[in-house]
């Protein structure tokens, strides 16, 4: 076991056990409490900190007061709101404290040390980077078709303001995440290996062949697409993109040299997705067939 230099000076300095109380503050309140001795392994009549207990508590602590950053992102009336810093348990910090509360008899508090966690796309990026459109798609569904709306509203919002970093690759399964009821999504029908059935998130199907058409009229790389099995009626034939949480999933690289911005949303039986970045991005768009902007009489039966 290699010991800090810490360690090594409490061995030096330190002969007999301590063992008292130590409570964690975290911005002036505690947010937890300890018997040092707990975390104390015996070393030649010396304490030593058991490294697997002192572990498992920093990771407690750290579930306390970590924080995800929040990425700036762009409101429905076009305004850049800002992005939002993270934190995390500055766990070396923690740890020099922690050493020096024992040499220090008297210490029975420690204030728990961060680390910010800056968003990674600020409100400067955001400008930077919505100046230019380069890509656009628009497909039509039935709105009275509630569930279906719904859920294709959901995951147009998902994918929306998110930003795709040079040489990164998109997932819509990782984005989305998967499409469940404690999500909101509802059952609605989708095509499954040829067949009609009920199932969650039905309609998502919509927003990811919305978005493949979108980036491949931007001109990025394509990885990864699927058709369905049987025809739908909301994109050219051969133009959709099917996805399901433990099946197929849409990806793209974004193959330019400034990040890309999709801009997703769902409106009046319209999906709408756009792809911005800089006016300094190098791109060579693709030809792409329009959807058709009359509603399919069929679009009641091809739910997916």
């Not at 509360?101 to 990026?125: F, G, M, N």
């Amino acid at each position: 076991m290699k010991m800090t230099y810490l360690t090594i000076l409490f061995l030096l300095f330190t002969h007999t056990s301590v063992s008292h109380d130590l409570v964690v503050t975290y911005k002036g309140e505690p947010i937890a409490s300890i018997d040092q001795a707990e975390l104390m392994v015996p070393y030649l009549d010396d304490p030593l900190i058991d490294e697997s207990e002192f572990r498992q508590f920093s990771k407690e602590l750290d579930e306390k007061i970590s924080q995800e950053p929040v990425d700036a992102t762009i409101d429905n009336n076009g305004e850049i709101v800002p992005g939002q810093v993270g934190y995390t348990l500055h766990r070396q910090k923690f740890k020099e404290l922690f050493y020096t509360s024992l040499l220090d008899k008297d210490a029975t508090r420690i204030e728990a040390p961060i680390l910010k966690l800056h968003p990674k796309v600020d409100s400067e990026l955001l400008a930077d980077i919505r100046t230019q459109q380069i890509g656009q798609y628009i497909t039509y569904f039935n709105a009275n078709n509630e569930e279906r709306s719904h859920n294709i509203f959901l995951s147009a919002e998902a994918i929306n303001n998110h930003v795709v970093f040079p040489g990164k690759t998109f997932s819509f399964n990782e984005v989305v995440g998967k499409r469940t009821k404690e999500k909101g999504y509802l059952p609605a029908p989708e095509i499954v290996k040829g067949e009609l059935t009920e199932g969650i998130g039905g309609g998502i199907c919509q927003v990811s062949s919305t978005l493949f058409n979108a980036v491949d009229r931007a001109g990025v790389e394509i990885i990864e697409r699927y058709s369905h099995s049987r025809k739908v009626p909301y994109v050219p034939p051969g133009r959709d993109a099917t996805v399901s949480w433990y099946g197929p999933d849409f990806t793209f690289k974004n193959n330019y040299n400034q990040p890309l911005l999709i801009r997703s949303k769902s409106i009046d039986g319209k999906v709408i997705i756009k792809i911005y970045s800089s006016d300094l991005v190098e791109y060579t768009p693709r030809k792409v067939p329009d959807a058709s902007d009359e509603l399919p009489k069929e679009i009641e039966i091809f739910e997916n």
